[in-house]
C-alpha cells in the first residue's frame, strides 16, 4: 500500500546498529604515578635501543664496551701480579669523557626530538598526567641510563679487584675507595642527563639536536683546556724564574684565572667537585688544579648549571604543549 512506503524508506536509511561484541573494561584504572613509571620504563629502554632494530643498538653495546674495558684490563693486571691501573673516582677521566659525549649526544635525541617532531605529545597529554610529567619521567629515564654507563664498569673494577684483593682490610679498604667513585658517577649522571636532554629538546631536528648537544660539550670542554694551558704556561715560567733567582723551586701560588677557567666545562667542574669534596687531588687526572676553598664555587656553579637545565626543559614542554 502506499502509505507503506514512506515508513519502510525511513526505516532502510535509518541503518541498523550491531553489536559486535565489545566489553567495556572494568578492571583497574592506573593513575599518574603508574603513568610516569611506564613513561619512564620505555624511555630507559629506548636509551638503550631496546625495541628497536640493530642499528639502534650500535653506539649504546659500544659506548657501553669501551667504558667497561679498563675495569676488564685492570683485573687482568691484578690476576697477574701487577698494580691497579684504574681508580675508582677518576676511572680513565678522557675516555669517559669521549664516550659520555658520544652516548648522551646520539641517545637523548633518541628521547625528546622524535616525540616533539612527530608531535605525538597532544596524545600523552589527553591521559590523565600533566605536563611536568612528561620530561620528568624522561629526565629520570635518562639518568638511569646514563648511571648504568657510568656505575656498571665501576662496579666490574670493584669486583675484579677484591677478586684479587689478599684479607678483609684490603677489601674493606678498595669498598671505602668504590663509595666515593659511585658517588661522582651519579653526579656525572644527573647533571649530563639534565643538559643533554634540555640542548635536545630545544629542536625536534635528531641530527640537529645531536649536533647541539655534542658542539656543547666539545666547544666548552676545549675552551676550558686552552685556558688551563695558556695558565698553566704561565706557572711553569713563574717557576723557571723561581729557581734562576733563588736557586731552587719555590711552587707559585695558584692563580685565580687558573681557578676559573675550570669554570667552563661540565666535565671540568666535575673534576673540581670530586677534588673539593674529597679534600685533595690525585694527580692522575685533575683538568684543573686542586681547587681548594674556591672548590664551593664549582659546587654552585655546577648546580646552578643543573638547575638552569632542568627548569629549561620544563618550560620547553610547557610551551609545547600549549602549541600542541
Known amino acids: ?136 619521567a624522561k629526565y629520570l629515564a635518562f639518568t638511569a641510563a646514563c648511571a648504568v654507563m657510568m656505575e656498571v664498569p665501576l662496579l666490574v673494577l670493584y669486583l675484579g679487584t677484591i677478586v684479587n684483593a689478599h684479607g678483609g682490610a684490603a677489601v674493606w679498604a678498595q669498598t671505602r675507595e668504590f663509595i666515593p667513585g659511585l658517588l661522582v658517577g651519579l653526579m656525572w649522571a644527573v647533571v649530563l642527563a639534565a643538559i643533554s636532554l634540555f640542548l635536545a629538546s630545544l629542536t625536534g631536528r635528531r641530527a640537529f639536536a645531536t649536533g647541539t648537544v655534542a658542539i656543547f660539550f666539545l666547544a ?29 723551586f719555590v711552587a707559585p701560588a695558584v692563580p685565580m684565572a687558573e681557578k676559573v677557567s675550570g669554570l667552563f666545562s661540565p666535565f671540568t667542574l666535575f673534576d673540581g667537585v670530586r677534588m673539593w669534596l674529597s679534600g685533595h687531588g690525585t694527580g692522575q687526572s685533575d683538568n684543573v688544579l686542586y681547587p681548594g676553598s674556591f672548590g664551593a664555587v664549582y659546587a654552585l656553579v655546577l648546580l646552578v648549571l643543573l638547575g638552569a637545565c632542568l627548569v629549561g626543559l620544563f618550560a620547553r614542554y610547557r610551551k609545547a604543549a600549549r602549541l600542541s
Open 220 to 248: 666548552t670542554y676545549t675552551l676550558a683546556e686552552i685556558l688551563l694551558q695558556v695558565e698553566n704556561h704561565g706557572i711553569r715560567q713563574q717557576q723557571a724564574q723561581s729557581i734562576q733567582n733563588a736557586g731552587h
Open 1 to 136: 500500500m502506499p502509505a507503506d512506503t514512506p515508513t519502510a524508506t525511513t526505516g532502510a536509511a535509518a541503518g541498523v546498529i550491531h553489536d559486535l561484541g565489545y566489553r567495556r573494561y572494568d578492571g583497574p584504572r592506573l593513575g599518574r604515578a603508574q603513568m610516569v613509571r611506564a613513561l619512564a620504563w620505555h624511555s630507559f629502554r629506548s636509551a638503550f635501543g631496546f625495541g628497536r632494530g640493530a642499528k639502534a643498538k650500535i653506539v649504546p653495546v659500544i659506548a657501553f664496551v669501551a667504558l667497561l674495558l679498563p675495569a676488564v684490563v685492570n683485573a687482568a693486571s691484578l690476576a697477574n701480579g701487577n698494580g691497579q691501573l684504574v681508580f675508582y673516582d677518576t676511572y680513565q677521566p678522557v675516555l669517559r669523557d669521549l664516550v659520555m659525549t658520544i652516548f648522551v649526544a646520539v641517545q637523548a635525541p633518541e628521547l625528546v626530538s622524535r616525540d616533539l617532531r612527530s608531535r605525538v605529545l597532544p596524545l600523552y597529554f589527553a591521559r590523565p598526567i600533566k605536563t611536568s610529567d612528561y620530561p620528568l
